[in-house]
């Protein structure tokens, strides 16, 4: 069984810094790409930043220049690191994967969420 977890979120001031982590273990034999998405109250998930397995990157317009995504192949995490924080950054935020286990399934799997919270 594969399982994602993510931790550091929590409450901050606009202007500020978070890091996320989502570590990924289990029957893992190759995750493909990384991905954080984020929900806010009455809005749909959307995509946050991904990082591909070669290392490709791609961001939402919003967070473009504020966040950096990066992953740690060996550790089977990836990172959210985001910065210059905004009162509408505020969301549940969700790590994504695609993995290959027990080198057969191919899944998405996502995290529980960690709150992030951006104080004006």
């Not at 991905?35 to 109250?41: C, K």
């Not at 995490?77 to 994967?97: F, H, I, R, W």
Request: overall charge positive; hydrophobic content about 35%; glycine content about 12%.
């Amino acid at each position: 069984q594969v399982q994602l977890v993510e931790s550091g979120g929590g409450l901050v001031q606009a202007g500020g810094s978070l890091r996320l982590s989502c570590v990924a273990s289990g029957s893992i034999f190759r995750i493909n790409h990384m991905a954080w998405f984020r929900q806010s109250p009455g809005k749909q998930r959307e995509l946050v930043a991904i990082i591909t397995s070669g290392g490709g990157l791609n961001y939402t317009d919003s967070v473009k220049d504020r966040f950096t995504i990066s992953r740690d192949n060996a550790k089977n995490t990836v990172y959210l690191q985001m910065g210059s924080l905004k009162p509408e950054d505020t969301a549940v935020y969700y790590c994504n994967a695609v993995i290959i286990s027990n080198g057969i399934f191919t899944r998405v799997y996502w995290g529980q969420g960690t709150q992030v919270t951006v104080s004006s």
